[in-house]
């Protein structure tokens, strides 16, 4: 079906124009690809900079795509289009119009046009024209001219599942503003509609807490930073960095001008080191404790048997939910050693006053972070929020309103999803992105380990064949996961994802059945073209070969 795509629209464009260069030609078999490329027999479209950019009077996030739009095209081709509010749909002639249409079923699901009267992109919404686009900015050819052949098509597509992320760690290495929105323009140009953003853990606490001033001050900052997978050597190098409100503000202003949510996550009650630091209090044992300087995961977590603990939680939230005002928040919930618990005289007794006993497989203490992610989960349920956690919880009976992200595997989802969690699948293979892309490695930059490829990543399938019916609904989507362990800088930070977001992308956009993993790699060199043209680093060798995964 893709062939006839390919052959309907180019065919049209060439005959039509003669010795048309190549290089002017829009060509829409992007990545994503469209579910829909139909040729049609008309007259194509000529894209100079005596276009306009049309947009709906009065629509203020329709006249911000428009500009988006007008950016993109200078950007890839030197032309800059004008932008304008029009009513009339006389106006349309000779120029890019984008539209809201209710017709469309998908919120995010978009139409483009293209006939030799003009170029229109729809959607139901304003997000859903933002991805058309997307789509047709990734069409266009890269380099100056003063013309674009658009060939006469009717393309379309929806996105299969809801929820498209990407993560990125800035707790155990700190990155600046900059980073972060270059790395929420990679989720734009791929379509993507999340950004889970990890800003607590064992290794520095990144967001500035009004009321707990050190968690940022004294939480945000490790002494030095092991060399290497915890070797005994550290580089004694104080080290740290945390975002203010204002920056985390703007961030999130920036990242929602792109239809891109953020999900924070405060990790709790495991991976605290950074809040023990500050707030010793918040243990079982006093302290003192260290900002890590190591990798891994620390025994010492928040005391359960405290109540000032649950209040500090609380109002780390409050101020959590005035900076992001997404739907969810992240409370992480993962690899939370409970020796302390065990051997804590205030956290036994609180096991003992709620009535916890063991249940089979399930401890007092796993029990007892079961009520404390139900406590804090009915905290944010009241101020009109729901929670994600690691699919850890799944053994310490939380209610079925929590999300759960499935990173050991897609089993745990699968399970998740048959009790009636929603679920994002985020497992380790193949969706970690810190994982080496070869099995190669002696000339990659050191990654944790393991080996996810880009075929791997491709061939990826979220919805488990024999997961059942009335379960499938629960599948949310997929993310990949980006730990910065060994990430320390952004190019390096590019290496990681690129191109595996493509793989990422496609089989969150694409349904299971129009996928074809050698088309896709046939496509993926023009989207490449746009990383060297933004100067992004990828991995270049994942265009030319298909790495093996070897057993160790």
Known sequence: MRMRHLVAVLVVGLVAMGAVAQENLANY????????????????????????????????????????????????TGMHLSTRPTVNPKDRTGNISLLIDSKLENSEGYSITVTAKGVEIAGRTAAG???????????????????????????????????RGMHLDCSRHFFPVSTVKHY???????????????????????????????????????????????????????????????????????????????????????????ALAAYPELGCTGGPYDVWGMWGVADDILCLGKDHTLQFVKDVLDEVMQLFPGEY??????????????????????????????????????????WFTTEIQNYLSQHGRRIIGWDELL??????????????????????????????????????FDYYQTSST?????????????????????????????????ILGAQANVWTEYITCEPQIDYQVLPRMAALAELQWLPADLKDYQDFKARLPRLVEIYKYYGWTYRAKSLVQDDEEKEK
């Open 329 to 370: 928040i992240h409370i992480g919930g993962d690899e939370s050693p409970r020796v302390r618990w065990q051997a804590c005289p205030l956290c036994q007794q609180r096991i003992r006053d709620l009535g916890i006993t063991s249940k089979g497989k399930q401890s007092a203490e796993a029990l007892l972070q079961g």
């Open 184 to 274: 929420i323009d990679m989720l734009a140009l791929h379509g993507m509609n999340k950004l889970h953003w990890h800003l607590t853990d064992d290794q520095g606490w990144r967001v500035e807490i009004k009321k707990y001033p050190r968690l940022a001050e004294v939480g945000g900052w490790r002494s030095g930073t092991t060399l290497g997978h915890n070797s005994p050597v550290n580089d004694g190098i104080r080290y740290g960095g945390y975002y203010t409100q204002e920056e985390i503000r703007d961030i999130v202003r920036y990242a929602a001008e792109r239809y891109i949510t953020i999900i924070p996550e405060i990790d709790m009650p495991g991976h605290m080191l950074g």
């Open 442 to 474: 002696w000339n990659e930059p050191t990654a944790f380990g393991g080996c996810n490829t880009l075929k791997k990543v491709y061939d990826f399938e979220p919805v488990a064949e024999d997961l059942p019916a009335d379960a499938r609904h629960h």
């Open 395 to 432: 053994g310490c009976d939380v209610e079925s309103s929590a999300t759960i992200m499935s990173w050991r595997g897609a089993e745990p989802g699968a399970e998740g999803a048959t009790l009636g969690h929603d679920v994002i699948m985020t497992p380790v293979g193949p969706l970690y």
């Open 29 to 76: 078999r992007t990545v994503p690809l469209p579910e829909r490329i139909d040729g049609i027999k008309n007259s194509n479209f000529r894209l100079t900079d005596a276009c306009l950019v049309n947009y709906p009077t009065g629509n203020r996030e329709m006249e911000r795509n428009a500009a988006m739009l007008s950016g993109y095209i200078e950007e890839l």
């Open 129 to 163: 024209v933002f991805y058309g686009i997307q789509t047709l900015r990734k069409s266009l050819p890269i380099g100056k001219t003063n013309f674009v052949l658009m060939p006469s098509a009717q393309v379309a597509a929806s996105p299969r599942f809801v929820y």
